[in-house]
């Protein structure tokens, strides 16, 4: 079998990470692979490679004024995709398996997958992200997804989604990521709540500084990364803020000290974010030896759960009373903020929705801090450092905050989970997975089209507007 995998880089990330056990696990079962990217790696590949420029993002200054400049060199990047595949090989791969197309990344990807299907090539689109899920800043406008290929997926809910937006069961595939064991190294001392993430805006920073308020006196919530430079301005509000009312917080620390090191000194891994695609974070600490705390994403859990992970350490909101919370303020974010997004997608927003979200936060006595901005959410914290009766009535909201202060490893629950995350997401599994699919795309030609309307009606939900999940720059 030949693969053709297919990325706009190879620079160090998420899916940079899940193409490259792809690979060492179709490696290792003797398929042959070709990588195809816009950008040199970084270090070394251990995989045949060839560059393709005209892959990689789109430039600020690459101006595409003309329909037939756009046609001509979305012409261009698909003969380079194929050539590379026939200098390899003397033919087109059996399968050419592209991670997350769906996204406005590079302008001529899509064009250039409708001429690859056009001249027969076997396509299998993997999508990590996907725009309609509230960010409008890589939708794709009116260029339409690949027709009558197969589409693959990270968790239920968007198989769900793309399955109601119109693709069939026999060109819809859900494909887990691998799930890499970390071995930590052992430490005299473990006092850090870890949140090993690049704190980027949807990891909800301002919620673990919270959680900060809420631990023992001589342990500290930990990051290990810095953002990318979109969200750089936030977060040095919140290194500053940390810094000014003394949170126990430490930053960027694995610029310094290895994954294995830091959470060789933790008491336990920590998550607050509010969306994630397939969602490492939740299983990664256990195959450390280490428990999980904070928020849980039910959509991405309840995967896990299935599979029979346990999650007893998360809770799916963090209440604040809305005593604590300019509520008019918020309602006025929030309104803006439905309307900006679809405005940027570029569709008419039902009228119903803003008496929706009124009414929502009008009904409640508290409010998930997971949804307000960090504008608020800074609020909020001052407010708690500053004042006992607020931390109370926040303490007495969340029980879990409690067991957050208190947590004791439950060393029978890391095992058993350790367990199951090795035998459901180890690389066997996900290679049988792999090939399965390989399998399909080459035996079970498909004719479907996703209705992208439909996809933004089921993603947009103004109920699960969260104002520090939403990307739109």
């Known amino acids: 079998m030949r693969i053709a995998l297919v990325h706009y880089h190879l620079r160090r990330g998420g899916v940079t990470s899940v193409l490259f056990n792809q690979a060492r696990a179709l490696a290792g079962a003797g398929v042959e692979l070709l990588l195809l990217a816009g950008e040199k790696p970084g270090g070394d590949v251990d995989f045949p490679f060839a560059l393709i420029e005209a892959l990689s993002y789109d430039r600020p200054d690459r101006a595409r004024v003309e329909a037939s400049a756009t046609a001509a060199d979305a012409e261009t990047l698909a003969l380079a995709i194929i050539r590379a595949m026939e200098e390899r090989w003397g033919e087109a791969a059996d399968v050419v398996h592209v991670h997350n197309p769906l996204i406005q990344k590079n302008s001529l990807l899509l064009p250039a997958l409708k001429i690859l299907l056009d001249r027969g090539v076997r396509l299998f689109l993997q999508n990590h992200d996907l725009a309609e899920d509230f960010r409008p800043d890589v939708y794709t406008g009116s260029a339409e997804y690949p027709e009558n290929c197969h589409y693959g997926v ?6 769900f989604y793309l399955h109601r937006a119109g693709l069939q069961t026999e060109g819809l595939h859900l494909i887990p990521n691998e799930v890499s064991p970390v071995k930590a190294v052992p430490s005299p001392e473990r006092t850090r709540y870890l949140y090993p993430v690049r704190a980027i805006r949807r990891k909800n920073i301002g919620e673990a500084l919270l959680l900060s308020i809420f631990i023992p006196p001589g342990r500290t919530v930990a990051f290990t990364l810095p953002p990318s430079e979109k969200d750089t301005a936030q977060y040095r509000r919140w290194v500053d803020l940390a810094a000014e009312l ?30 994630e695609g397939f969602g490492f974070s939740f299983l990664e600490p256990w195959t450390a030896g280490r428990g999980l705390v904070g928020r849980r994403i039910d959509y991405v859990c309840r995967d896990f759960e299935e ?35 679809y405005g940027s997608f570029g569709i008419k927003m039902p009228p119903y929705f803003i008496r929706i979200m009124m009414d929502d936060l009008g009904s409640r006595s508290s409010l998930d801090f997971g949804r307000l901005d960090e504008e608020i ?28 202060g208190n947590y004791e490893a439950d060393e029978g629950l890391i095992e058993a989970n350790r367990k199951i995350i090795a035998e459901k997401y180890g690389r066997e599994r996900i290679l049988k997975v792999l090939l399965e699919i390989y399998r399909s795309v080459m035996d079970c030609p498909v004719k479907q089209k996703i209705e992208k309307t439909v996809l933004l009606d089921l993603y947009l939900d103004p109920l699960r507007l969260s104002l520090v999940g939403m990307s739109c720059g």
């Open 246 to 275: 003394g949170l126990p917080v430490e930053f960027d620390l694995g610029l310094k000290h290895s994954l294995p090191e830091l959470l060789g000194s933790s008491v336990c891994a920590l998550t607050t974010s509010v969306k």
């Open 377 to 404: 959410q800074e609020s909020i914290i001052r407010v708690l450092c500053a004042n006992r009766m607020a931390k109370d009535d926040v303490f007495r909201a969340n029980p879990l905050l409690e067991r957050l």
């Open 154 to 159: 990270i968790n239920s809910r968007d198989y």
């Open 307 to 341: 599979e029979g992970v346990r999650f007893d350490g998360l809770y799916s909101s963090l209440e604040i009373p809305s005593d604590y919370i300019s509520i008019g303020s918020l309602r006025k974010k929030m309104e803006d903020a439905i309307t900006g997004v």
